[in-house]
């Protein structure tokens, strides 16, 4: 099995490449439409980006050997762990929902050294690391982020391939310090801000100023000031709003603290710290609004804590994967 070299990957291609893995779990259901089948091949047809990453990833999910892992893993559930009182649909369900997560798990292994091996610093799930930089500037970097540093000639950059940072300049009006994500560019002077690369890229400014520009869009740089932040989605900036500030800096004390996010956006933020996969199978679940302080350094618990708040039931293997129906 082949694997994608990284040299010919766009910046945008880890959002094409979620994308894909999307259309991959779809028509492997083989209950598509007409209509939904028209949609992916107007998907394919975007880019030729498009069409090879959608081939890399049906390459990885229809490997004999890799599905037959993965299988395995998930259908060797003792049965005791999978609710007998359950429907027989809703049984199979959880069963093909382990399968599937189980495939993830196994891809999500597969694509992550192809951006390590571009870092010069990277953590793992559930990690933290400072770095202290040349010119003494500091950057934290949170679970699953990899970053990748160059200071030469006058400009100081880090560019951030992955997951979240945050970052404590040292003033030097000689030498900018840029960091470059995905979809932006953040230019600030002596300040502290994170970046949070995902589908939407996320700046937000604690201390300072800074001025943050997207890659695509043309349009003049924002200045954000300390308590701001801005969102950069399909290549253009949104508008600068204001922000909790205890909120955006919990995770610097492994804590996540929400007001009345979906249960499907925290979960979103668990899975970033839980080593294995949390499936979530009941939308109108999902829909409930949180509002809490939880402990990131214990993920499990967390997960634990939201199945007796909410009414879910849940099957899981070992810490590798957590369906929630």
């Known amino acids: 099995m082949r694997e994608p070299d990284p040299s010919t990957q766009s910046p945008n291609e880890a959002v094409v490449r979620k994308e894909a893995m999307t259309w991959v779990v779809r028509l492997a259901g083989n209950r598509l439409s007409v209509e939904d089948r028209r949609e992916f091949e ?11 990453v959608y081939e890399s990833v049906s390459a990885v999910w229809n490997d004999p050997d890799l599905h037959a892992a993965a299988t395995h893993a998930a259908f060797h559930v003792p ?12 049984r199979m369900m959880v069963s093909a929902g382990l399968a599937t997560a189980a495939v993830l798990v196994l891809m999500t292994l597969y694509w992550d050294p192809l951006i390590t091996l571009q870092a010069d610093h990277h953590t793992g799930i559930g990690e933290r690391r400072t770095i202290t930089l040349p010119d003494q500037s500091t950057v934290i970097l949170n679970t699953q982020t990899a970053v990748g540093i160059s200071f ?28 470059q994500g995905a979809r932006s560019v953040t230019r600030a002077v002596g300040t502290g801000f ?3 690369s995902a589908e939407r890229e996320r700046v937000t400014v604690l201390e300072g100023t800074v001025e943050v520009a997207a890659h695509d869009d043309g349009e003049e740089p924002v200045r954000l000031h300390a308590g701001s932040e801005v969102e ?12 909790d500030m205890a ?3 919990a995770w610097m004390k492994d804590r996540l603290v929400v007001n009345g996010m979906p249960l499907t956006q925290v979960l979103d933020e668990v899975r970033r710290y839980h080593p294995g996969k949390i499936l979530l199978l009941n939308d109108d679940v999902g829909r409930h609004a949180v509002t809490g302080t939880y402990n990131l350094a ?26 929630l129906f």
């Open 247 to 249: 909120a955006a800096e």
């Open 152 to 179: 030469e000639g006058g400009t100081r950059r880090v560019r951030l391939l992955k997951g979240e940072a945050f970052f404590q300049v040292t003033p030097d009006p000689d030498r900018p310090f840029l960091v």
């Open 194 to 196: 994170t970046v949070r």
């Open 79 to 90: 049965p005791a762990r999978i609710d007998r009182t359950l429907p027989r649909a809703r």
């Open 232 to 243: 950069i989605e399909q290549g253009r900036l949104g508008a600068a709003h204001a922000v």
């Open 298 to 323: 214990e993920p499990t618990k967390i997960v634990a804590l939201l199945i007796k708040t909410f009414p879910l039931r849940s099957v899981s293997l070992g810490d590798h994967l957590i369906i």
């Open 42 to 52: 107007a998907w394919r047809a975007q880019s030729p980006a498009h069409a090879r």
